[in-house]
């Protein structure tokens, strides 16, 4: 049986295997175990995981923002109606509806127009 940290760090220990880790660092053997140590080279790298890495998350906390907002907006609608929170749910199935398309169009079809846009 593998222990927890084995499990959530396989990445990293198949990683630290190769020469060259993506981010900037190097993997060297050291009295029979792995060190990482900084590629001098690496900063570029570093920079461009960082960028890629913030896009990704504004993604993320973009989906999770729509559902706030149109699950707040009904609740707040079902408060002034007096009514139980079928607005509040339906504005959750709507946020999350408009989260998702806008992820969706950010990460499928602004690549591939990119593609098929000749520079």
């Given at each position: 049986?593998?222990?927890?940290c084995a499990f959530f760090h396989?990445?990293?220990i198949l990683v630290a295997k190769r020469e060259t880790i993506p981010g900037g660092f190097r993997a060297r053997e050291a009295r029979g175990s792995t060190v990482l140590t900084e590629d001098p080279n690496g900063?570029?790298?570093r920079r461009e995981m960082m960028r890629v890495s913030g896009q990704f998350m504004g993604h993320g906390l973009r989906l999770a923002l729509a559902v706030l907002l149109f699950m707040g907006l009904g609740a707040w609608l079902d408060s002034k109606l007096g009514w139980p929170p079928i607005l509040m749910?339906?504005?959750a199935?709507?946020?999350g509806g408009a989260g998702f398309y806008s992820l969706y169009s950010h990460i499928v079809i602004e690549?591939?127009?990119r593609d098929k846009t000749p520079e």
């Amino acid at each position: 049986m593998k222990s927890a940290c084995a499990f959530f760090h396989k990445d990293y220990i198949l990683v630290a295997k190769r020469e060259t880790i993506p981010g900037g660092f190097r993997a060297r053997e050291a009295r029979g175990s792995t060190v990482l140590t900084e590629d001098p080279n690496g900063d570029e790298q570093r920079r461009e995981m960082m960028r890629v890495s913030g896009q990704f998350m504004g993604h993320g906390l973009r989906l999770a923002l729509a559902v706030l907002l149109f699950m707040g907006l009904g609740a707040w609608l079902d408060s002034k109606l007096g009514w139980p929170p079928i607005l509040m749910v339906i504005g959750a199935f709507v946020g999350g509806g408009a989260g998702f398309y806008s992820l969706y169009s950010h990460i499928v079809i602004e690549p591939r127009e990119r593609d098929k846009t000749p520079e």
